[in-house]
């Protein structure tokens, strides 16, 4: 009976293949970081209907379909790198305490590499998930992303979906069907990984982990005798989840699912104890852990592949920040926004008649203003309702701050630790409330409540959920410790999606952009801002250098006292604005010439004429060269205090292919021959150069695309250069 089956579940997918057009490969021949790749994400079949390929003419991946379905290749095509050694099952599943493997091919026996010839005597496991079907559809948006504010792009992600079927034999999985996903995309080598399971079962089915991603790669480096934890992982493969927290500002630190492991059965590896980290595996540390109820289907994480072409940090960091412009083009929304420290109605409509005489487009009502978006009561949401309407009529956006951590709200709603049984002993940040528990799930209800109800265009999030575990029985959303995870991060994750598709700009100081949120803090130590303002201006673009590596300026924002914050005396402040007018338009001219959003945090934008107009010349400059300053950076040379330190945006698409930013520290003027590496702006031949927008002058480029400008830069000021 199983054999007949598994004949008929892949005669039907051999069926299906016919229909498929014959995959002829093709690689582009461009560099795809400055040239518009032309050819789209297809699937094919090959080797006469045994094979799919997904292949977008930068990468490919290629599926034997019989005896099971396997990942057979995954290839960089434009460097010929191979990233499959050895076959893997597509998922693994842990249901009901056992585990099992999702499709998968048996036999080969050299794990070091994999020959074509061997394939074809490969076998199925019969107590696997087996290959059924195929569906091939174009790729559907993750979010219906709605956007009110200024944005560099507005297209959603195109390719192509290929959904793989699966299902399986035994008796207590009837009616448990498995979909592998695949989303390839045009234009970049990147492909996007997720599981479903959907039980179409009479009973539930317990969820313990889900494997939704198994690879074994080539090794990065051999070594005789060295740990995992100590040998370097594969570096040409950027992996990047919609699971991560934990504050730090940075992906790689914040990642919960990417799991680099040993391969015992990879005898021929040159580690005496078989410990070189080669097999990927993506699923949460702490399992899944839930109940899955007839006719209910789970999504597993989502983990995006993309394949590099260099060690070079700051090309795979223009890989990363492109993948992010196509992947999640929600991170490129970059309004121009203040902190208003105040919530009396008429601060307030002082400071948005203020935005519209400078050019600035929100405001956020701050930490400490007086907001409280939990309180939703009809005078409160009638009070903040009637400011949104009021700044909505004069063409400004307005929104504001809630804390969720770090606080301590009672016993029954904080999270319980595992290890003493006690609330308040076990939260990342020392105390926080259970996103589950009944006040979690009012505290979720209730902001989006008041924001559909004030019509505020913005929720500015500190201390979104970061994986807290929580071991009460008794809160309403989760069932105990095992799911407490999992179910907290479903849920934050839901909220921000949700916030997403009604147009509302999230500021939340953690890594949730693959599901709505549009910004992060650079990475920055808050009592910095008690300094005084020269050690800040100095600091801030060390911030700005450091925080833009691997995300894009919309991403991230920083931060201008324009009173007292976290300490400090009058050295600190800028207030009264119009005494310290060369330092406040120094740091507006660092951030918005990085195309960096801080948070200028204050009563006001302006105290005299004078302040009003120094802020109105600069919003007018950024505005001019928006799209410039939002553009992919390129690292110059990061600030020490000694001498000049720079960065250049570029994009080879625009009329202004790079614009130059070099600041000078000392209290001396400086002279100095600066080269500037033109690659990326995609010249490479000539370059005319204007500083600070005057004449230009025309340079060649030498066979590395560089060119040498000369450059005067009066004490402790900056300079600007327009690339043409």
């Avoid at 370059?687 to 927008?693: F, K, P």
Wanted: net charge neutral.
């Amino acid at each position: 009976m199983i054999i007949s089956l598994n004949l008929l579940l892949a005669n039907t997918g051999f069926a299906q293949i016919q229909t498929l057009p014959v995959y002829q490969p093709t690689t582009f021949n461009g560099d795809w970081l400055i040239t518009p790749v032309t050819q789209k994400a297809a699937i094919y079949q090959a080797n006469g209907g045994k094979d799919l390929v997904m292949s977008n003419g930068l990468i490919t991946r290629r599926f034997r379909i019989s005896p099971n379905l396997a990942t057979v290749d995954f290839q960089n095509l434009t460097t010929g790198e191979q990233f499959v050694r050895s076959i893997r099952p597509e998922a693994m599943l842990v249901l009901d305490e056992k585990t099992y493997r999702v499709g998968g091919l048996y036999g080969q026996k050299e794990q070091a590499y994999l020959r074509e010839e061997w394939i074809d005597s490969f076998t199925a496991g019969p107590n696997d998930f087996q290959f059924k079907s195929f569906t091939v559809s174009p790729l559907k948006p993750v979010i219906n992303w709605q956007s009110r504010t200024w944005t560099s792009t507005r297209n959603q992600p195109t390719g192509q979906e290929l959904t793989l079927l699966f299902g399986a034999n035994q008796p207590e999985l009837q009616g448990v069907e498995v979909a592998v996903h695949y989303a390839l995309y045009d234009g970049i080598p990147t492909l996007c990984k997720w599981i479903t399971i959907q039980n179409k079962s009479l009973k539930k089915v317990h969820i313990d982990q889900v494997i939704s991603e198994n690879l074994a790669m080539p090794e990065e480096e051999s070594a005789v005798v060295g740990k995992p934890e100590q040998m370097k992982k594969p570096q040409r493969i950027y992996i990047e989840n919609n699971y991560a927290f934990n504050n730090s500002m940075r992906y790689d630190l914040s990642d919960q699912a990417t799991h680099w492991k040993t391969d015992s059965l990879y005898t021929s590896q040159v580690n005496y104890n078989y410990e070189t980290p080669c097999v990927l595996e993506v699923y949460p540390t702490v399992g899944v852990g839930i109940d899955l109820e007839p006719q209910q289907t789970y999504t597993s994480i989502r983990t995006h592949e993309l394949l590099l072409d260099s060690y070079d940090r700051e090309r795979n960091g223009l890989a990363r920040r492109r993948f992010y412009r196509a992947v999640a083009p929600w991170t490129t929304q970059n309004p121009i926004f203040m902190h208003l420290i105040s919530t009396d109605p008429e601060a307030v409509k002082r400071a948005v008649d203020q935005c519209v005489e400078t050019g600035y487009e929100m405001i956020i009502l701050s930490f400490g203003s007086g907001l409280n978006m939990e309180d939703t009561s009809a005078a409160n949401i009638r009070k903040f309702k009637e400011l949104a309407d009021y700044a909505h009529g004069k063409g400004i956006l307005l929104g504001g701050y809630s804390l969720f951590s770090s606080r301590r709200i009672d016993d029954d709603t904080d999270v319980i630790d595992p290890k003493t049984g006690l609330p308040d002993k076990g939260a990342f940040f020392g105390h926080a409330p259970c996103l589950a528990s009944r006040w979690g799930i009012n505290y979720l209800n209730s902001l989006k409540r008041f924001i559909l109800e004030t019509g505020f265009d913005l929720l500015e999030h500190d201390g979104p959920y970061p994986g807290d575990v929580c071991a009460s029985t008794k809160h309403p959303g989760h069932k105990g410790l095992d799911d407490s995870q999992w179910v907290q991060m479903e849920m934050q994750k839901g909220f921000y999606r949700f916030l997403n598709e009604k147009g509302v700009y999230i500021n939340a100081p953690d890594w949730y952009f693959m599901d709505g949120t549009n910004k992060i803090a650079l990475g920055y130590r808050e009592v910095n801002f008690s300094l005084s303002r020269e050690q800040q201006k100095i600091l801030n673009r060390q911030n700005i250098f450091d925080g833009t590596w691997e995300k894009t300026p919309a991403m991230g924002w920083g931060f201008v006292p324009l009173t007292k914050y976290q300490g400090g005396g009058p050295e600190a402040v800028l207030e009264p604005l119009s005494e310290h007018l060369a330092d406040y338009e120094q740091l507006m001219m660092q951030y918005y010439g990085a195309g960096v959003q801080a948070c200028y945090r204050g009563p006001r934008l302006y105290d005299t004429e004078q302040t009003k107009q120094t802020v109105k010349r600069v919003i007018d400059w950024y505005k001019k060269y928006r799209q410039l300053l939002n553009a992919d950076l390129v690292h110059l040379r990061r600030p020490d205090g000694r001498d000049w330190d720079g960065i250049m945006h570029v994009d080879p698409s625009l009329k202004e292919k790079g614009l130059v930013m070099l600041f000078n520290p000392l209290k001396t003027k400086i002279t100095r021959t600066i080269k500037l590496p033109l690659y990326y702006t995609g010249l490479d031949k000539v370059a005319v150069i204007r500083q600070d927008g005057g004449k230009g002058k025309v340079y060649s480029l030498n066979r590395k695309y560089d060119v040498e400008v000369r450059v005067e830069i009066e004490p402790e000021n900056y300079k600007w250069l327009l690339i043409e």
